[in-house]
């Protein structure tokens, strides 16, 4: 049986508490909030605890707090030599206080606060600053995720910037896409099975392979009429660029 | 029971050929291709011509060919008064000849060759430049589709913007996404769950909403690290326009 504290009480956390209380070979000890009652629609209030002097002992302490909080967090936990870990994908390892044993448990999935997510298929990124708690690490991620990776601090920084083209910048193509058909009256709904449909190819395609469109045929003529029809600045050289890197991606490869 | 002619043997042609055969209340009468042999494997070949002069009658012509083919195809069909429709996003309802009762049936979804499609979840975007045709054109669509919406020639238009947006985009953000794994030694694997749940959010909440990220937290630190991260030149304009961008879309809405 692993022994588990939370510490922290945001989106992430609560997710992984769920999570961890719902796993078989793990015991969620105790997790700490500032503000205790932001976890009380999840754990009873004695596994609730806002004082770092009040933390039980477990075999892995999951600091999930906001990025620039992480190093002050660790830092005023007082006990030395246990395995600590943070849950940011932007955050080295080397930010948290070196008293203590460190590690990364980074889920690689974007939580909202009303949406459950099925945590089997998260990714979660694992790092240990010693060889020797990897083990345990890995032990306790799959408990909870069928897809578990060893991933280097260097290695999830470049992680975080992909995780923004694929992600954030994606879901703003879908924004801007949603702006276009409110301008001319037609329902976004039009669009939905189109957006499924495209993220559901690359399970099959490479993403380069799955490429269609004015930009990659290098159809002039509709890129011209696309350019003239787009009389907002900001789109237009989002087209612009987007449509030139489309073809500088499929040129080199070609 | 509503009579169907496909003309084109392309991509979409097919998709449709299949479709009119699975259903309940059409005949496909026949398809056109001026290579039958391209047909040969949805139809018996008694059903596929590659002559103008041999198209027998139907309710409703469908021209599922290239779009710099529709105008010259439609021409040559030897026949008047007839109902002809063409599937293409991106080319106006005034391309096709006029000797005939013209309308667009326009299926937006990306279709590739070798994945099937439900046809029953792809919006049709049907137009019909008299109004009189337009019940039977509905007739036909609501007979393979859930999802039925009646669009100009103009909306059209801006719809196959928001496409190229929403897809070729989108899916182009997925490409870059790769090359910075691949560039990593990281398997892009582990960022599909992540593309997944993107696409799947908005069918909760409006992308505007759903935005996550650096940029939207105005998070500077982090923008600035992805920044200097990006050394390839192409990448770190797109970064810097995208992220310009959905601050803009927040600042306008907030």
């Known amino acids: 049986m692993l022994n ?3 510490i922290g009480s945001g989106n992430v956390a609560q997710h992984l508490i769920s999570t961890f209380q719902n796993a078989a070979n793990v015991t969620l000890v105790q997790a700490y909030a500032r503000q ?5 629609h999840l754990l009873p209030a004695d596994k609730i605890t806002n ?3 009040g933390i039980k002992e477990a075999d892995i302490y999951i600091i999930s707090v906001t990025d620039d909080a992480i190093a002050g967090v660790s830092a005023q936990l007082p006990f030395e030599n246990r395995l600590v870990v943070h849950t940011s994908g932007s955050v080295s390892l080397e930010q948290l206080d070196p008293k203590n044993r460190r590690g990364v448990f980074y889920p690689l999935q974007t939580f909202s606060k009303n949406k459950a997510v099925h945590f089997t298929t998260v990714p979660l990124c694992l790092e240990s600053e010693s060889e020797s708690d990897y083990p345990l690490l890995e032990q306790l991620a799959k408990e909870v995720s069928h897809s578990v990776y060893s991933i280097s601090s260097e290695q999830r920084k470049s992680l975080h910037v992909a995780a923004v083209f694929v992600s954030n910048f994606a879901n703003h193509m879908y924004t801007l896409g949603n702006d276009i058909c409110t301008e001319n009256n037609i329902p976004f709904e039009i669009l939905k099975p189109l957006i499924q449909e ?3 190819k690359i399970e099959s395609l490479p993403p380069l392979q799955a490429q269609t469109g004015p930009a990659v045929r290098n159809d002039r ?12 600045g900001n789109k237009k050289a989002i087209y612009t660029l987007l449509t030139q890197s489309i073809q500088n991606s499929n040129g080199q490869k070609l």
Chains 1, 2 share one sequence.
Request: glycine share 0%; net charge negative; proline share 0%.
């Open 4 to 6: 588990v504290v939370i």
């Open 36 to 40: 205790e009652e932001k976890l009380l």
């Open 221 to 232: 003529q509709t890129i011209a009429k696309h350019l003239d029809f787009l009389t907002d």
């Open 51 to 53: 004082s770092f002097a």
């Open 198 to 200: 495209t993220a559901n």
